[in-house]
């Protein structure tokens, strides 16, 4: 993220504005399901506009070695009859290719996720998902290197080198959660970011390579050893206040050691942050935790500190995958709750990662089939007719921040922008909260339960030093604009939408309250708001 270099001097309620960097680690990069979907027009269109609007600048998903890819080939079909073998496999990229290609003419990158195990190496036959990933370890770890090198010199020769030095490549999903995403052991993941870390830096040094994108954050000791040990959970899954436990990163120092043994390269450090976990208790029986609204914070504080003692102090940092939950059957994630508790958390972090990829930028997302109506909980920002969530306009208007930080609060930042102006979005996480967390929801009556959370807030600023004459565009998402879930949820919550439907919703959606306010003559913008609980506010230029 560049700094803006601005002309002038600002003053803001009477004093010299800060100038600080402000990096939008918001829109660095954003996850989507998997490679194939990709493939899709609807999943492209909701793409491009993630970049032209929300600013996304590169995009991580699953599977790009998974079977729909048709990547790892040792076999011909005909259709009738059964497939004629090869001599030796092969590798094809015509799915891949368009998908890259894709990515690519918005303007975006892609954030490479290696894996996962195409069925014909993967040594065991356990699979995750409606669309059945392979979590194994390969039965040839030298052909799972072929694959990784066919793949990125493939890249290379249609893309460029100095093109691929620019997508990061991270070694896997989630290894820790074995049998699920990872049916080997702790250190089988090890040697496989060793033997894929290797083959990167053998085909050019510049490549970046990182792990162990591993899950959320744990206050126990399940995942200290080679496998998921479940039986040591019962304490936190019991735990009366579970933000005073000792909340621990999952394989992170255990991968800093190994690769420091083995003078193994790790340019960054990948995790996941959701403020959740699953613990199962001393009867067996799985209980869902929401932790403080901070927690994110918190997380990467310890992140940072923990690369800050170690032999790779100067590695980035990337939360991979992030948001209120990770269910894609969580109806929180359609609500103006939502949208508020993204924009604070991620304000309150922007300088402590390099990038914190929300999962995902839309609803067409199929690990446990296609949703069943058109608020279902998933993590997009738009759904699968690509209506704009409350979320969606949280992004928009916190893309419209410029480069340099000029004045932070509990309650919003003040930024200045490229061309001498200013832009600010401004939050009521309402105080009534505390620090709770908005948690996760079954349905949207059960999200409304901080409906009446309070109270309002004024929020009043002066900016001095700006252009007289100049107009700014104050608009507000609130309960009464924009949230359209609810407005679906008046109409009986039908799972299928007519055509009218979709326009009147998707009218709904993008009705926030929009209104003009100019600089005065002696060149003081003036910000007066009154924010209704939840209400997310953004003033900016008028393009």
């Known amino acids: 993220m560049t700094v803006d270099a601005p002309a002038s001097t600002l003053l803001i309620d009477g004093r010299p504005a800060a100038d600080l960097p402000l990096r939008h680690v918001w829109n660095a990069c954003l996850g989507a399901g998997r490679a194939n979907e990709a493939l899709r027009a609807d999943w492209q269109e909701h793409f491009r506009e993630a970049v032209d609007v929300l600013g996304a600048r590169s995009v991580r998903f699953h599977g790009i070695f998974h079977d729909d890819m048709f990547v790892y080939r040792t076999a011909n079909g005909g259709g009738f009859g059964p497939p004629t073998p090869l001599e030796k496999p092969v590798h094809t990229f015509a ?32 699979t995750l998902f409606w669309w059945k990933a392979h979590g194994s370890p390969p039965t040839d770890m030298g052909a799972w290197v072929d694959l990784v090198t066919a793949t990125v010199e ?16 991270e070694v896997w999903n989630e290894p820790n959660l074995v049998p699920h995403f990872w049916t080997g052991t702790r250190t089988e993941y090890f040697q496989l970011y060793e033997a894929t870390a290797r083959a990167l830096k053998a085909i050019d040094p510049g490549l970046r390579v990182g792990g162990p994108s591993s899950s959320v954050f744990v206050p126990d000791a399940r995942y200290d050893g080679e496998v998921h040990d479940p039986s040591v959970e019962g304490a936190t899954a019991e735990a ?33 942050l959701y403020p959740t976990d699953f613990a199962f208790d001393t009867q067996g029986v799985g209980r869902p935790i929401s932790r403080h609204r901070d927690a994110t914070r918190d997380d990467l504080r310890v992140l940072r500190a923990i690369l800050a003692d170690s032999p790779y102090p100067d590695a980035e940092v990337h939360i991979t995958e992030w948001s209120t ?19 604070r958390a991620f304000l309150q972090c922007h300088d402590l990662a390099d990038s914190i990829s929300y999962w995902t930028f839309t609803d067409v997302f199929e690990e446990g089939g296609g949703g069943i109506g058109p608020f279902h909980g998933g993590f997009g920002f738009v759904n699968e007719q690509g209506i704009h969530k409350p979320t969606f306009h949280a992004m928009a208007m916190l893309n419209r921040l410029g480069g340099t930080l000029a004045l932070q609060t509990e309650h919003g930042v003040v930024t200045r922008t490229a061309d001498d102006a200013v832009a600010a979005v401004f939050f009521n996480y309402p105080e009534s909260m505390g620090t709770r967390s908005v948690g996760s929801a079954s349905s949207h ?5 901080h409906a009446h959370e309070g109270p309002a807030r004024r929020v009043r600023h002066t900016v001095a030093g700006l252009r007289p004459g100049a107009a700014y565009q104050v608009e507000v998402l609130d309960h009464e604009h924009g949230d359209v879930a609810h407005a679906w949820h008046e109409r009986g919550e039908p799972l299928n939408l007519t ?5 009147e919703l998707r009218e709904v959606a993008d009705d926030l309250d929009r209104r003009t306010i100019a600089v ?11 924010l209704a609980p939840w209400a997310v506010a953004s003033v900016a230029p008028v393009a």
């Open 95 to 126: 799915y891949v290719d368009k998908v890259v290609d894709a990515i690519l003419d918005t303007g975006a990158r892609p954030f490479v996720e290696l894996g996962f195990m195409p069925r014909e190496l993967a040594r065991d036959t356990e």
């Open 154 to 169: 493939h890249w290379i020769g249609r893309y460029g080198l100095d093109e691929v030095r620019r997508w990061p490549f």
């Open 240 to 272: 009366p206040d579970p933000d005073v436990l000792p909340w621990k990163p999952v394989w992170v120092r255990e991968l800093i050691a190994y690769c420091a043994e083995r003078d193994l390269p790790l340019d960054f450090l990948s995790t996941h």
């Open 325 to 343: 939950s990770p269910s894609s059957r969580d109806r929180m994630h359609d609500t103006l709750y939502a949208a508020t508790y993204i924009v």
């Open 445 to 449: 009556l059960d999200a409304r339960r």
């Open 499 to 503: 055509r009218q439907d979709v326009a």
């Open 520 to 530: 005065d003559s002696r060149g003081v913008l003036t910000i007066d708001l009154e």
